[in-house]
């Protein structure tokens, strides 16, 4: 049972303490567990049983209202339903958005072992006159979005070093104005190299006819048990066809073929506004033929649903190191800077991919503005953009995609990249419908 919806069974009750259910609601009562005075209220009303019956510590039973069991609660404040919260691995608490995608990476953080989950939400305690239960926003050990990690729930030590773009300099020959090169499968220049389990969303897409022959070109984030996100453009290429397998759990390419999760895409979905040669809607959703397993190497990430202003963000990618050179074999992390509107539509004015020029509401554009070479490149397409969950330091909010760019490789140029936000609604009605 999920603990995302909640209910209990009548058979749990029945075995609830030894007390006689004759007190209606609204009635005083007396908590043999807390050792405190509570009143009968509506299970659903009551928060801390949340955390209680997870523990396997069942209320005290009142009575009931025809099916509803009816139990002594001791908390301070009641609440209109306790089906608009959830618990985590640790017993926090917290409160649904109602926003589909948001509350499904609350129910993947409750559920798995993320590496540096950060226990954020409310907790309870006993208040400070010691009469009731009361709860309180719990932040423990770090600062929301640091750049060190807490350790693993399953006691597992994870780095999670800062990332700086590496100051190397690469020769860019062929210096052309305001050419658009499509970029298929876009690795990340100036990168340096991922630690293992460290982007557990990371997906890298393959096309062929078996999975012994397979290219790997784009890249993906997982995102639910089925689905992966990716760019329209990397469903389809005239030069290696359809995508037809996803990879999932590595670090690097030369892994032992037997340490990859595979799966076969039963189904690729772009964007039904998505008309190529067109760079507008460049974003896709691929379901694999079954359930994804996760573990410590391979995790969903969460979509950004907007409200922040993402000055920095970090991209991931399995491309090319730089323009004509060659895929890298370690994933790569870059962290990009955020361009302002004004400078995304200078960058990318109208041009016959792009007839209306930059579009902010769906698009993004990132880069480096210090004189490094950092950058997504071919190779690197329909991988993350992303930044830190306020859940852990090691949790990521996908917000762009990665979609296309002016020649990679070059001091002050930036990658465009789709706008996950404007898009969610479109993602929740096929991955969560």
Same mark, same amino acid.
């Given at each position: ?6 209910s209990? $069974? ?20 007396f908590?043999?567990?807390?050792? *405190? ?19 396997? =510590?069942y209320?005290q039973?009142?009575? @009931?209202?025809?099916?509803?069991p ?14 608009n ?5 640790d ?47 719990v ?8 750049t ?6 399953? $006691? ?27 970029v ?5 220049v ?14 890298l897409?393959?096309?062929g006819?078996?999975?012994d ?13 089925? @689905?992966?996100l ?21 670090l ?14 039963k ?6 506004e ?20 996760f ?25 090319? *190191? ?15 800077e955020?361009?302002?509107a ?7 004015p109208?041009h016959?991919?792009?007839?209306n ?23 690197? $397409? ?6 830190? $969950? =306020? @859940? ?25 990249y789709?706008?996950?936000e ?11 419908p």
């Amino acid at each position: 049972m999920s603990k995302y919806v909640f209910s209990v $069974s009548f058979c749990v009750f029945l075995y609830i303490l030894s007390v006689k259910c004759q007190l209606e609601e609204g009635a005083d009562c007396f908590s043999q567990a807390d050792n *405190l005075k509570g009143r009968c209220v509506n299970l659903k009303r009551c928060l801390s049983v949340l955390t209680d019956i997870r523990t396997k =510590k069942y209320p005290q039973l009142c009575s @009931f209202s025809g099916r509803d069991p009816i139990i002594c609660c001791t908390d301070c404040e009641l609440v209109n339903n306790t089906s608009n919260y959830l618990t985590g691995a640790d017993g926090a608490i917290y409160l649904k958005s109602g926003r589909k995608a948001k509350d499904k990476c609350l129910e993947y953080i409750a559920n798995f072992n993320y590496p540096c989950y950060l226990k954020i939400g409310l907790r309870k305690r006993v208040s400070s006159d010691k009469t009731c239960l009361e709860y309180d926003v719990v932040i423990p050990f770090a600062a929301v979005g640091g750049t060190e990690c807490m350790e693993y729930v399953a $006691s597992l030590n994870y780095p999670c070093p800062k990332r700086e773009g590496l100051s190397r300099q690469l020769e860019y020959m062929d210096k052309k104005c305001f050419v658009y090169e499509a970029v298929f499968g876009a690795a990340a220049v100036g990168g340096q190299d991922a630690n293992r389990s460290e982007f557990p969303q990371m997906a890298l897409l393959g096309y062929g006819d078996s999975l012994d022959t397979a290219q790997w070109l784009c890249g993906g984030s997982v995102i639910s048990e089925r @689905f992966i996100l990716t760019a329209a453009h990397c469903v389809f290429s005239k030069s290696v066809g359809t995508v037809k397998y996803a990879a999932m759990g590595i670090l690097k390419r030369t892994d032992p073929p037997e340490t990859w999760q595979r799966y076969n895409v039963k189904r690729a979905i772009r964007h039904p506004e998505y008309k190529p040669p067109s760079k507008y809607n460049d974003i896709a959703l691929l379901e694999v033929d079954r359930t994804i397993k996760f573990n410590k190497d391979v995790l969903p990430a969460c979509l950004n649903t907007g409200g922040g202003n993402e000055i920095e963000a970090t991209a991931t990618g399995w491309g090319t *190191l730089g323009h004509r050179q060659s895929l890298a074999d370690i994933l790569q992390v870059v962290q990009l800077e955020q361009f302002s509107a004004e400078e995304c539509f200078a960058a990318y004015p109208p041009h016959r991919h792009l007839q209306n020029g930059y579009n902010h509401a769906s698009q993004s554009c990132y880069g480096s503005k210090n004189n490094k070479i950092i950058d997504t490149c071919e190779g690197d $397409s329909g991988g993350p953009l992303q930044i830190t $969950s =306020k @859940f852990g330091s090691c949790i990521y909010d996908i917000i762009g995609v990665t979609s296309y760019g002016r020649p990679c490789g070059v001091v002050g140029n930036t990658g465009m990249y789709t706008k996950v936000e404007y898009y969610v609604p479109w993602i929740e009605s096929i991955v969560w419908p």
